[in-house]
C-alpha cells in the first residue's frame, strides 16, 4: 500500500479546505450556463461570454486541482517496497511463465491449488511435485514478463 506523509496533522479542523469546493464552484457554473440559456432571452451575442466564461474558469478550476494534488499528494508518495514485493510474490497471474516449461494444465493445476490454500505459487509447484525451487526461480521471473 503506498503511504502518504500527512500534511500538518495538529491543524485545526475550521482551517481546513473543504474537499467539496471545487465541486460546488462547478456546479455553480453549470447553474449559470443553464439559467442563461433556459428562456432563449440571451441571444448568441451575449450567451457567448457566458459560455467562454464558464470555459474559462473550469480551466482554471481544473488547473488548480493539478497543481494542488501534484504539491499535496504526488510528489509525497512514497512506495511501500516490501509490501509490493510481497503481493508480487503472491501473485497467481505469474504462473503464466511455467507454460512453456510444465504445460498449461500443469501450471493451472498449480495455481488452483495455490488460490484454494492461500498459498503462493512455489508452495503450491513444490507441493504438486511439478517443480523444484530452483526451476521456480529460474523460470518464474517477473522483471522478464514485462
Same mark, same amino acid.
Given at each position: 500500500?503506498?503511504?502518504?506523509?500527512?500534511?500538518?496533522?495538529?491543524?485545526?479542523?475550521?482551517?481546513?479546505?473543504?474537499?467539496?469546493?471545487?465541486?460546488?464552484?462547478?456546479?455553480?457554473?453549470?447553474?449559470?450556463?443553464?439559467?442563461?440559456?433556459?428562456?432563449?432571452?440571451?441571444?448568441?451575442?451575449?450567451?457567448?461570454?457566458?459560455?467562454?466564461?464558464? #470555459?474559462?474558469? =473550469? !480551466?482554471?478550476? +481544473? *488547473?488548480?486541482?493539478?497543481?494542488?494534488?501534484? %504539491?499535496?499528494?504526488?510528489?509525497?508518495?512514497?512506495?511501500?517496497?516490501?509490501?509490493?514485493?510481497?503481493?508480487?510474490?503472491?501473485?497467481?497471474?505469474?504462473?503464466?511463465?511455467?507454460?512453456?516449461?510444465?504445460?498449461?494444465?500443469?501450471?493451472?493445476?498449480?495455481?488452483?491449488?495455490?488460490?484454494?490454500?492461500?498459498?503462493? #505459487?512455489?508452495? =503450491? !509447484?513444490?507441493? +504438486? *511435485?511439478?517443480?523444484?525451487?530452483?526451476?521456480? %526461480?529460474?523460470?518464474?521471473?517477473?522483471?522478464?514478463?514485462?
Amino acid at each position: 500500500m503506498n503511504r502518504v506523509r500527512p500534511l500538518c496533522p495538529a491543524k485545526s479542523i475550521l482551517r481546513k479546505t473543504r474537499p467539496d469546493h471545487g465541486l460546488r464552484t462547478g456546479d455553480r457554473l453549470r447553474c449559470c450556463h443553464y439559467i442563461g440559456a433556459m428562456q432563449g432571452h440571451f441571444q448568441l451575442n451575449v450567451f457567448k461570454p457566458v459560455i467562454i466564461y464558464n #470555459l474559462l474558469m =473550469a !480551466a482554471r478550476l +481544473l *488547473g488548480d486541482a493539478c497543481i494542488s494534488f501534484n %504539491d499535496n499528494c504526488a510528489i509525497r508518495i512514497e512506495a511501500n517496497e516490501p509490501f509490493i514485493k510481497r503481493n508480487l510474490e503472491n501473485s497467481l497471474m505469474l504462473v503464466t511463465s511455467l507454460n512453456t516449461h510444465i504445460g498449461y494444465e500443469n501450471a493451472a493445476k498449480i495455481a488452483k491449488k495455490a488460490h484454494a490454500e492461500g498459498s503462493t #505459487l512455489r508452495e =503450491a !509447484a513444490i507441493a +504438486l *511435485g511439478l517443480l523444484t525451487s530452483e526451476q521456480f %526461480d529460474e523460470w518464474v521471473v517477473p522483471s522478464k514478463m514485462i
